[in-house]
């Protein structure tokens, strides 16, 4: 199959991002989710929150918005960050196809430097360990790392 | 220069004075080791680091990361003159060490994690700013002599 490559037994095609979440991974990170509940909307709005104020050069992907605390507008986009990666969390077998569209729209209208999903990662990485810090052990800490970096990895496949 | 505010200095401060920096220190470079497994390429001799567990209990990495976190208190001392007072640090991590900068970065943000696993609600947004500042500016310091 031209195209394709064996990793760990398995075909897998040059789309796939090439970082594997293990079955433990995987674990994690539901359980992970499962604990952060109805919170996810709340929990994304602070993540946007803790990102724009360490991060200021974020700030110029919303020139539209409202960033003080407690916007609105920020809540509402932290929702749907939120919303995304419980799909996310629902698909980690096929994330390439969960988040085609959303892929599509990184890719050919938002645009968003790939340095910033890292910025964003890193702050919903301090935002669940704040919230929930018995729970935030290294393997939990190591498996959402990488299942936030596979989605941004995803989120960005379609750039060039 | 990095230049901090009287708010950032009193954030960092306030915090640092309550971190148990052996605990921290042995935790913040445990945790580097397990979420990004490659930094282990520096400790070939710290035995064994096969596991989380065998990793966060490992000795030589607990009284590496005291050692570390120690260096990281006397940035907290000194956030007007990062520079100079790491000088000597960075010419030993680049010329002795071999140490990509990259690494300090990735060291630092595990700070602010574990920083935020031990304060929870009061790693505010704010506090976080700071405490982002200071192990960006530290990252920095320590690249600086790099050639």
Not at chain 1, 52 to 73: E, R, V
Not at chain 1, 99 to 113: E, N
Not at chain 1, 129 to 154: G, N, Y
Not at chain 2, 58 to 81: C, E, Q, R
Request: proline share 4%; hydrophobic share 45%.
């Amino acid at each position: 199959m031209a195209g394709s490559f064996k990793l760990e037994g398995r075909w897998r095609t040059q789309k796939e991002p090439t970082m594997v979440l293990s079955a433990a991974d995987k674990s994690n990170i539901k359980a992970a989710w499962d604990k952060i509940g109805s919170h996810g909307g709340e929990y994304g709005a602070e993540a946007l929150e803790r990102t724009f104020m360490c991060f200021p050069t974020t700030k110029t992907y919303f020139p539209h918005f409202d960033l003080s605390h407690g916007s609105a507008q920020v809540k509402a986009h932290g929702k749907k960050v939120a919303d995304a990666l419980t799909l996310a969390v629902g698909h980690l077998d096929d994330l390439p196809n969960a988040l085609s569209a959303l892929s599509d729209l990184h890719a050919y209208k938002l645009r968003v430097d790939p340095v910033n999903f890292k910025l964003l990662s890193h702050c919903l990485l301090v935002t669940l360990a704040s919230h929930h810090p018995a729970e935030f052990t290294p393997a939990v800490h190591a498996s959402l790392d990488k299942f936030l970096s596979s989605v941004s990895t995803v989120l960005t496949s379609k750039y060039r | 220069m990095v230049h901090f505010t009287a708010e950032e200095k009193a954030a960092v401060v306030n915090l640092w004075a309550r971190v148990n920096v052996e605990l921290v220190g042995g935790e913040v470079l445990g945790r580097l080791l397990v979420v990004y497994p490659w930094t282990q390429r520096f400790f070939d001799n710290f035995g064994n680091l096969s596991s989380e567990s065998a990793i966060m209990g490992n000795p030589k990495v607990k009284a590496h990361g005291k050692k570390v976190l120690t260096s990281f208190g006397n940035a907290v001392k000194h956030m007007d003159d990062l520079r100079d007072i790491f000088a000597e640090l960075s010419e030993l991590h680049c010329d002795k060490m071999h140490v990509d900068p990259e690494n300090f970065r990735l060291l630092g943000n595990v700070i602010l994690i574990v920083l935020a696993t031990h304060f929870s609600k009061e790693f505010t947004p704010q506090v976080q700013a700071a405490w982002q500042k200071l192990t960006t500016a530290v990252a920095n310091a320590l690249a600086h002599k790099y050639h």
